[in-house]
C-alpha cells in the first residue's frame, strides 16, 4: 500500500473513529415514577449535570420514553447514528436517551466508537482525580466533540464520570485522531515498556512515527515500515506473555489492540475493526463490576446484527455483540424524513436531506401528522417488512428487512446538520 493511499485511508476512518437507584427506593418505583412523567431525584441529577437542556415537546418526549421503555431491561444498547456522523438533532436526541437510561434504568457506562487509547488513559486521569472535560473532548474524538450539540453530552459525562456514577471507554483499535494525544504521543512508549534495551527503544520510535504519521523521503512508509511495525507488535505481544503480564492489564490490552489495528490498516480488512471493537468492548465489561449496563455510540452500519443487502461483505460490532448477548442487547437505529445533515467532524457545508418518498419507512412512520419524532419499535418493523428507509446512511436509501437489522428504529421528521464549534 502507498503512503498517500493509507494516509486517506487513515483520515478517512478517523473522521468517519449509570446512576444508581435512589437509595430506600425499588427499582419497579423509580422504573414507574420514571415513565409515568416523573422525574426522579436520579433523572434532574443528570440533567443537571449536563448543561442546558434541549427542550423536547410533550409528544417527542414521548416517543423518546418509549424507546427507553423498550430498551430498559437490556444489559447493551447499541445507539447508531447515520454513517456521515453529521445529525445535529440525532445528537441531541441520543444524549436524552443516554441521561434517561442512566437515570432511569441504572446504565452504568458509555462505550464510544472512539480510540480505545486515549479513553483508556483518561480512565486513568479520572481515577487520579485530574481529568478535564476538554480531556474527556479529546479522548472521543473531533467525530463528536467538534458539534455544539454534543457539548451537554461531554458535559454530563465529565460530571458523572468524576462522581463515580458513570464510566466511559472507547473501542475503536484504529490510531491517528487529530485529538488523539496518548496514542500519538505516548502509546509508542507503553507499549515498548514490554521490551527491553535498543528493541524496545526503536519500536517506540517506529510506533511514535506511525502514530503521529512523520513520514518523510528519508523515512518513507513502505513495505518495510509496515513489515517493522508488525515485528514490533509481534515481539510486545510475545514480551508480554512470556514475561507473565497480566493479559488483563492496560498493556496488553492496548497492544492486542493494537495488532488488530495493524490487520485493518495494513491488510485493508475492516472486518478488523470491529471484531476489535467488540474484543475490547468485553474487555472493558470484565474489568467492570458485574451487571454494569452499557450503552455503545456508534454509527448503525457498526451497530447493526447484521448487514445483508446493505454491505454484505462486513460483520459489523452488532453481529458480535448480538452472537454473545442475543436479546440482552438491542440495536437502534436513527433516521430521517427530510431536513440536512453534516460530514464527519463537522468538515464542509451542510447536506440537503432528500425527502423521503410516500412509501419510505420515514413517511410511512410519520404519516399525515406534525409529530417531531416516531419510535418504531421491532414489532412494527416486523409487520413493515422489506422497506425503502436511510437508517445506515442519509445519503443511500435501501430496501430492507429492517427487523431483522435492528430492534427499532427513531425517526425524526426533519434533521439538523451539526453545528461546528466557533473556532478558538
Known sequence: MTTRGFAQRVRHRVLSGGVRVAQGMSAALVFALG???????????????????????????????????????????????????????????????????????????????????????????????????????????????RAQEAQPLIAFLHAETMAGRLRVAGIDPQVGGISGHYARRELGGALAAALDGEPGAACRAEIDRHNGWRYDDAQPFDDAAQRRLRACSDTIRAAIASKGIDPASDIAAMAAAYARYLDMALDGDGDMRDLGMFEALQWHRARWPKGTKLVVWCATVHAAKLLDGVAPE???????????????????????????????????LPNALTPAAPHALEAVALGDGDAELRYVDRKRLRKLGTIAARPINYRTTHAAPWAEMLDGIMVLREERAATPLPRR
Not at 421503555?69 to 444489559?75: E, N, P, S, W
Not at 431536513?339 to 468538515?347: H, I, K
Open 314 to 348: 462486513m460483520r459489523p460490532l452488532g453481529a458480535h455483540v448480538h452472537a454473545a448477548y442475543g436479546d440482552r442487547a438491542a440495536v437502534i437505529g436513527f433516521t430521517a424524513r427530510s431536513g440536512t445533515f453534516g460530514n464527519p467532524g463537522t468538515s464542509g
Open 35 to 145: 415513565f409515568a412523567g416523573v422525574a426522579t431525584a436520579a433523572e434532574r441529577a443528570a440533567h443537571a449535570s449536563g448543561g442546558p437542556e434541549v427542550v423536547f415537546d410533550r409528544r417527542a418526549s414521548a416517543e423518546i420514553d418509549r424507546l427507553v421503555r423498550d430498551v430498559c431491561r437490556r444489559d447493551v444498547v447499541l445507539l447508531g447514528e447515520d454513517a456521515n456522523h453529521g445529525g445535529g438533532r440525532t445528537l441531541e436526541i441520543k444524549t436524552e436517551i443516554v441521561k434517561r437510561l442512566a437515570a432511569r434504568c441504572g446504565f452504568g457506562a458509555v462505550v464510544f466508537e472512539s480510540q480505545f487509547y486515549d479513553l483508556l488513559a483518561h480512565a486513568r486521569a479520572v481515577h487520579a482525580g485530574t481529568a478535564t472535560a476538554r480531556d474527556l473532548a479529546n479522548a472521543i474524538g473531533p467525530l463528536w466533540s
